[in-house]
């Protein structure tokens, strides 16, 4: 992300109209009744919006969608997008035309014209999602994007709300060009580093290096990087913004920065993709970010495991039986399992250090959970129901897909081992539920705890509503607004 595209905010001043550059942007209700800056539009284009809005092709437009009407006479600007939207549009429906406003204005300057339009804040966070661009590894200058101007009636009112969207945004960009930097780039020392500038925001960071992992007992997450040059982390983030004293609720994420599969190789065809599978720390280090920067009153703390899976002459081997800092031994049977092998001894650390009230991790953690439920639904994993169901309320209220799985003993007893306490694979039959239970036997009972499998929805071939190709930054809001509605103190 060279440039992130930040909405400004500006009162309605119908005189601006005919001058403004690029894009004008109006939204029109399903009746097709103009506001003043709408009428100001048409009045300046001699009809022609009245004439779009009344035309056969607007009346068939979904809510959330838009017509462009080009050249329009009479104003600077090159193009009219006339967005069919309500009044007093829900959530859903404002990020949605924000999303498709930013699609047809394709980085052009934009001034929207919102005027009471209820909800203007939920349409600027809708389009600075949608208009996220990754593109630091281009050589050639790409342009800039052009500034993106939302005028509203209430300014004073719609910038306070803009605020707390923003530092939204501000996360699911973080999470986002974490995911989509290449292997070499984002090394562990490197995502360390990243993590490390969170102090600016008023985070706590804190790295743990080999040798402290070594003295806490880590014998599995330092497994999976023993073959690689990169040194494995664990970083803790500490956003204590709660009462002082109140036990925090923990985030913790898998961060395999590269994962080539180990001495159990992955095949070559897709292997490229796997620079992905540091997304459950990439979403860790995104929520971390927006609860700062939103000043959340609440304690949270992050927890990222971060390594990188290679093969070498120092690598695990299949059959190799390391300790976990639990004490729990583990037959490494499969070196692609390795996620839940730097997942176990983060879940432990994080329990020990901080008896949190609840904890959620997150990891690319099995392909089996994309054939499951394909790359529209995280898997959701859990021991108590009330989390769960938080989560998932959380989730649907930001159209976040989430799937509640199963979890139970005859899952668990396919982890048994011939010669340690567990293995690291339970075979084909239901490989993400068994990689579940692999963590559940890392959970303290007590501690209500979620596992989401991210490996199918952390980034995607095609665009959806809310990015474009590749990292999406899902679960950031749906786990600040978790954080929100359930762990904090209420604001003011
Ligand atoms: N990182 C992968 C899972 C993954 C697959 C993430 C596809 C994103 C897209 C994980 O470490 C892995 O390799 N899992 C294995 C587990 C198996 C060896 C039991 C898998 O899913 O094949
Ligand atoms: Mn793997
Ligand atoms: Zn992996």
Redesign the pocket.
């Known amino acids: 992300m060279t440039s992130p595209v930040t909405p400004t905010f500006i009162a309605t001043d119908i005189e601006l109209i005919k001058e403004a550059d690029g894009i004008l942007a109006i939204f029109v209700p399903e009746a097709g009744t103009l506001d003043a800056t709408a009428k100001r539009a048409n009045r300046l284009s001699r009809g022609a919006v009245a004439r779009l809005v009344d035309s056969d092709g607007f009346s068939k437009l979904e809510e959330g969608k838009g017509k462009m009407l080009a050249f329009p006479i009479n104003m600077e600007a090159e193009g009219v997008v006339v967005i069919k939207l309500s009044r007093r549009p829900d959530v859903s429906a404002a990020r949605k035309a924000g999303a498709t406003l930013a699609k047809m204005a394709g980085g052009k300057p934009v001034m929207a014209l919102c005027g009471n339009l209820r909800r203007a804040e939920e349409v600027a966070l809708g389009f600075a999602l949608r208009a996220y661009d990754f593109d630091d590894h281009f050589t050639k200058d790409s342009e800039a994007p052009g500034a993106v101007t939302f005028m509203v009636n209430d300014l004073p009112k719609v910038t306070e709300a803009a605020e707390a969207n923003g530092a939204i945004a501000d996360g699911v960009f973080f999470t986002r060009d974490l995911v989509n930097e290449p292997a070499n780039v984002l090394t562990t020392t490197e995502f360390a580093d990243r993590l490390v500038a969170l102090k600016k925001l008023g985070v706590a960071v804190k790295v743990l290096e080999e040798d402290e992992l070594e003295k806490l007992g880590m014998g599995s997450l330092l497994c999976v990087g023993q073959g690689s040059v990169s040194p494995s982390k664990v970083v803790v983030m500490e956003w204590m913004g709660g009462e002082k004293g109140d036990a925090p609720f923990a985030l913790v994420g898998k961060g395999?920065v590269f994962?080539t599969?180990g001495i159990?190789l992955?095949p070559a065809g897709g292997m490229e993709?796997?620079t992905?599978?540091m997304?459950g720390a990439g979403v860790v280090a995104g929520v971390m970010k927006t609860l700062a920067a939103r000043k959340a009153k609440s304690n949270v703390v992050g927890l990222v495991g971060l390594v990188e899976?290679m093969p070498s002459g120092n690598a695990v081997r299949p059959g190799d039986v390391v300790t976990s800092m639990k004490g729990d031994t583990i037959e490494v049977i499969?070196t692609?399992?390795?996620?839940r092998l730097v997942l176990a001894d983060v879940l432990w650390y994080a329990q020990e250090q901080y008896k949190p009230l609840g904890m959620i991790n997150l990891a690319?953690?099995?392909?089996?959970i994309?054939i499951g439920l394909g790359h529209e639904n995280a898997g959701v994993f859990s021991n108590n129901d009330a989390l769960a169901n938080a989560f998932l309320k959380a989730a649907g209220a930001e159209e976040e897909g989430a799937w509640r799985m199963p979890m139970g003993k005859a899952y668990d007893d396919q982890l048994k081992s011939r010669l340690a306490d567990m293995k690291n694979?339970?075979g084909r039959p239901a490989?993400s539920i068994t990689?579940a239970q692999f963590l559940e036997r890392f959970v303290k009972p007590e501690t209500p705890w979620i596992h989401l499998d991210i490996?199918?929805v952390?980034a995607l071939k095609t665009e959806s509503d809310f990015a474009p190709k590749g990292a999406t930054g899902w679960g950031v809001r749906a786990l600040n607004r978790l954080i929100a509605d359930n762990f904090e103190e209420p604001q003011g």
């Open positions: 395999v994962d599969g159990s992955k993709d796997m992905m599978d997304g899976n499969n692609d399992a390795e996620g690319t953690l099995t392909g089996a994309i694979v339970g490989g990689a490996a199918g952390a």
